[in-house]
């Protein structure tokens, strides 16, 4: 289907269009509105299809001309839009095809039956072109908030002068340590820190990928002068590592997160004190 109507179709529904436009502007809106469930309002729902009507009429009058583009944008522009507000592909599609209902009710007679069915290919051509549209721009409002959780869920913290924090939960995998990595550095040369301490305490298991990860983050680090700690290292998983053979060389590693930070002060030439020693 090329979905551009053709034959005498073309200035019939044109002609219908702009002698009933109130009425079959005022009868989508409203058919549109009701879809809505108050998720968008009528103001709205017109300001679209009143842009819409225009265009869908402009095309049927000249279909090889500009208009046709300027409704398939038109059409895109609410596609993204819709899948932004959480509107399904579904009620985004019927919000075009309620369209052919409202022309339908404005129809006298049979002799205008032929140039409808005509129309109403167009129309469905049309609102199966937001469905394309629609999964596109879900799945880019997926991957920008996949990215947002994933910035959120590797925080670089200023542990103390010098010291930053990197707590670790769930799954370390190349995506994650790739942000991991760019965060700690920009934090370093932001800071000055000449120590990082990585806690994995939230990371469920270390395999050998993950411990290339950190061994990749570590590396890193040291070219910008800072020293990489990694605490959280529990029974289970100091077991893991050992039964796999894997080797952190002379990266420390502390148990916990307050082994490490001692380390980092320590390293950087202070000490803290127990009560009794103040």
């Not at 469905?131 to 920008?144: G, M, S």
């Not at 148990?255 to 320590?266: C, G, P, T």
Request: net charge negative; hydrophobic share 45%.
């Amino acid at each position: 289907m090329s979905g551009e109507p053709s034959g005498t179709a073309e200035p019939r529904m044109s002609h219908l269009l702009r002698s009933r436009r109130d009425a079959v502007l005022g009868r989508w809106v409203e058919l549109v509105t009701e879809g809505t469930r108050g998720r968008i309002t009528e103001g709205e729902v017109r300001s679209e299809l009143t842009e819409l009507y225009d265009l869908v009429e402009g095309a049927l009058t000249e279909p090889d001309g500009t208009t046709a583009g300027q409704l398939r944008a038109a059409l895109s522009d609410i596609s993204r839009s819709r899948a932004r507000q959480g509107f399904s592909p579904t009620e985004t599609a019927i919000a075009v095809f309620a369209l052919k209902r409202a022309v339908h009710e404005q129809l006298e007679g049979a002799d205008g039956y032929a140039d409808f069915i005509e129309f109403s290919a167009y129309i469905d051509d049309l609102g199966l072109a937001t469905f394309e549209t629609y999964a596109n721009a879900r799945e880019q409002v997926i991957a920008d908030q996949a990215e947002q959780l994933l910035e959120l869920s590797t925080p670089v913290v200023k542990l103390w002068d010098g010291i930053l924090g990197v707590p670790l939960v769930g799954t370390l995998d190349s995506a994650r340590t790739q942000v991991v990595m760019e965060a700690m550095l920009q934090m370093i040369a932001d800071t000055g820190s000449r120590f990082a301490v990585i806690d994995i305490t939230g990371v469920p298991a270390v395999d050998t990928e993950v411990a290339q990860h950190l061994l990749k983050t570590v590396m890193a680090a040291r070219l910008m002068g800072a020293e990489c700690i990694i605490s959280g290292i529990r029974p289970q998983i100091a077991h893991t590592i050992a039964a796999l053979g894997i080797e952190f060389g002379d990266i420390v590693t502390k148990a916990s997160l307050a082994d490490a930070l001692a380390h980092a002060l320590h390293g950087s030439g202070l000490r803290v004190l127990g009560r009794t020693d103040a």
